[in-house]
Structures are given as structure tokens and as C-alpha cells.
């Protein structure tokens, strides 16, 4: 198969998945509510090629042309929340990311630390 015919059936694959259940689930119904999943899903692909026209090696013997291609891909899925709907009300209920949270913090406390350390020199001569 070559390199476009290839391109082309991701791509008509591609085409066939992407819906809008692959974005919100099904929806799920529990206690006087509908509970719709909601996810971001994301392609990245690449790929590229080239040909080598016939050279004169050190070892004194022709090399043959040569030509490659290669190519590769990606697809993420991530949860974003849930939309949930009731009789009185619809609303966007996010999914927390707590790990950004403890980063944030984490380099919150760190970078305090040395501000402090910068402006508050030590007076018992040990430290520098």
C-alpha cells in the first residue's frame, strides 16, 4: 500500500469515528436526573518521505537509489465532565485535575521559599 492510499484510509477512518458519541457518551439516567458524559478527544498525526538518487560510496562500489516514508499518529481522549440535566435546572459539572492543583501549589510553596530566602539574610554567618 502506498503512502497516499494509506493517508486516505486513516483519514476515511477518521471520518467514520468522529461523531458526537465519541464526544458525549450515552446518557445515563438515575434519580430524577440524566447524567451526559463529556470528553475532548484529540488526532495528531504526521508523516513525510524521501528518495536518495544512486551516489558513489567510499568503498568504491555504486549504492542503489534508495527512497523511505514513514508516518505516525495519535488520539487522546480525556474526560471533561458531566452535563446534568433535571426538571429545574441543566448544568456543567467539570471533572477536577487534582494533580494540576498539587503542581501549582507545590511550585507555589517552592518559589516563596526562595523569594524569602533572597531577601532574609542569615545572621549566624553559617549560611551564604
Do not use: W
Amino acid at each position: 500500500m502506498d503512502v497516499q492510499n494509506f493517508l486516505k484510509s486513516i483519514a476515511e477512518s477518521l471520518q467514520d469515528s468522529a461523531s458526537v458519541k465519541k464526544v458525549y457518551g450515552d446518557p445515563i439516567e438515575a434519580h430524577g436526573k440524566t447524567i451526559i458524559p463529556v470528553a475532548k478527544i484529540g488526532y495528531g498525526f504526521g508523516g513525510g518521505g524521501g528518495t536518495n538518487p544512486n551516489k558513489a560510496t567510499e568503498v568504491q562500489e555504486p549504492s542503489s537509489g534508495g527512497e523511505g516514508s514513514g508516518g505516525g499518529g495519535c488520539l487522546g481522549v480525556k474526560p471533561v465532565g458531566v452535563i446534568e440535566v433535571t426538571d429545574k435546572y441543566t448544568r456543567f459539572v467539570p471533572v477536577m485535575e487534582y494533580a494540576h492543583l498539587l503542581m501549582a501549589g507545590v511550585s507555589g510553596f517552592f518559589i516563596a521559599m526562595m523569594m524569602h530566602k533572597r531577601h532574609h539574610k542569615c545572621k549566624c554567618g553559617h549560611c551564604k
